[in-house]
């Protein structure tokens, strides 16, 4: 792997023009998050690969596009070219600023699956239709799939034919939270859970 910019390493076979975009879309994507959160305070490591090996050497055997892992020791974002754009990026660095605001413990043991993609789903813009999807696919909710049953990445990731639904329902349910509390409310949220409470507690907390 070469380092082109600090925790940031690609496949030394990647084009300059790939490797100038991934820097001109990771900075695009971390002013994202930095709205979102009002700061960016995760250092995620980056890793790109010219082709869809990568991803799936340092990813995951069947990864696409673009996944973090979230070691105890921070957030490691790995990507293919297609993942190289500024909203795959923000999705991705979105987990990471999630993780190192909340803790590995509380990410890994209290956080469902639903919250963790719901967010960052919300500075994620390659689907700009996705409430009047989730609201025709559902029939306004009638037939959105169970929180409940999304709260493990298994759970969430199990069946690709639902993958997609999943994604709109953990949307619109985290998206109708964040316009309650806003961003002050996404920051009480993180504390609550940094000090080791219960996600439900932290949740419904106003
Ligand atoms: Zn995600």
Redesign the pocket.
């Known amino acids: 792997m070469k380092q082109i910019a600090p925790r940031i390493y690609v496949t030394p076979q990647m084009p300059t023009v790939l490797q100038d975009c991934l820097l001109t879309c990771l900075t695009t994507a971390q002013k994202r998050v930095e709205q979102f959160f009002g700061t960016q305070q995760a250092k995620p490591v980056i890793i790109a690969g010219h082709n869809i090996e990568t991803i799936r050497y340092f990813g995951a055997p069947n990864a696409r596009t673009g996944l973090?892992h979230l070691a105890i020791t921070g957030a490691y974002i790995v990507l293919e070219p297609e993942g190289i754009n500024s909203d795959v990026l923000a999705?991705?660095l979105c987990?990471a600023e999630l993780l190192e605001r909340i803790g590995w413990c509380s990410r890994t043991f209290q956080l469902p699956a639903w919250f963790?993609?719901g967010l960052?789903m919300l500075v994620d813009y390659r689907f700009p239709h996705a409430e009047e999807e989730w609201h025709i696919l559902t029939h306004n909710g009638t037939y959105a799939p169970d929180l409940q049953s999304l709260s493990t990445n298994r759970e969430f990731f199990s069946n690709p034919h639902h993958t997609y639904l999943n994604y709109l329902t953990a949307r619109h349910e985290v998206k109708q939270w964040y316009q309650e509390r806003g961003q002050a409310g996404l920051l009480a949220f993180c504390r609550c859970m940094a000090a080791g409470n219960s996600f439900k507690y932290c949740y419904c907390q106003k």
């Open positions: 973090t999705h991705e987990h963790d993609e960052a």
